[in-house]
């Protein structure tokens, strides 16, 4: 069956940074784009970018442009997902998420990381 | 980008209900719009795309309809399942992606 499992949570001080990872299980890895997603407490979810697994072209909102990296590996059927310069504005759940194609629905949800920012 | 705005931001109903919730983009986005239901604590879980296509397993009181710029997601006889929080998502083609605010169904 379809998995996505997330790394557990973290907790930085302003400016840091962070890498979360997300490995896939249970599908061809790169038959599919991977989404990131992000939900501060309480708030609603806001799209943060994708990566195509097949060549890693990847493409992010303007946002967290110069901030993001997102890097795949095909030989661990893992995405990671690094954000540089946090701040309290980051703390968030993330979430990765499978799409078939690179603007597409999220058909599979990873559990969630949570990404605490505090000095 | 594009933005969807929700309607109502919070809804009550009780069991056995018919509900609607409604979903407006500033600009057409076609038919790419999918629907998302969210409990506390977890992910969100796909429940319709394309605007009118019901995910496999997802229970067939669900529906989705509209295109250009609005868009309903309908539950025809809520169950104690169905209590949570819904977002509209569009996913036009090299745009952004954006999500509704989301609407909170209560239990009334």
């Known amino acids: 069956q379809v998995q996505l499992v997330q790394s557990g949570p973290e907790v930085k001080k302003p400016g840091a940074s962070v890498k979360v990872s997300c490995k896939a299980s249970g599908y061809t890895f790169t038959t599919y784009t991977i989404g990131w997603v992000r939900q501060a407490p309480g708030q609603g979810l806001e799209w943060m970018g994708w990566?195509?697994?097949?060549?890693?072209?990847?493409t992010f909102a303007q946002k967290v442009q110069g901030r993001l990296t997102m890097t795949a590996d095909t030989s661990t059927n893992t995405v990671y997902m690094e954000l540089r310069s946090l701040t309290s504005d980051d703390t968030a759940q993330y979430y990765c998420?499978?799409?078939?194609?690179?603007?597409?629905?999220?058909?599979?949800w990873g559990q969630g990381t949570m990404v605490t920012v505090s000095s | 980008d594009i933005q969807m705005t929700q309607s109502p931001s919070t809804l009550s109903a009780s069991v056995g209900d018919r509900v609607t919730i409604t979903c407006r983009a500033s600009?057409?986005?076609?038919?790419?719009l999918a629907w998302y239901q969210q409990k506390p604590g977890k992910a969100p879980k796909l429940l319709i795309y394309?605007?009118?296509s019901l995910e496999s397993g997802v229970p067939s009181r669900f529906s989705g309809s509209g295109s250009g710029r609005e868009f309903t997601l309908t539950i025809s006889s809520l169950q104690p399942d169905d209590f949570a929080t819904y977002y509209c998502?569009?996913?036009?083609?090299?745009?952004?992606?954006?999500f509704g605010q989301g609407t909170r169904l209560d239990i009334k």
């Open positions: 990566i195509r697994t097949s060549d890693s072209y990847t």
């Open positions: 998420a499978r799409e078939f194609g690179d603007y597409d629905a999220f058909d599979f």
């Open positions: 998502q569009q996913y036009t083609a090299y745009v952004p992606i954006t």
């Open positions: 600009q057409s986005v076609s038919s790419w």
């Open positions: 394309k605007a009118t």
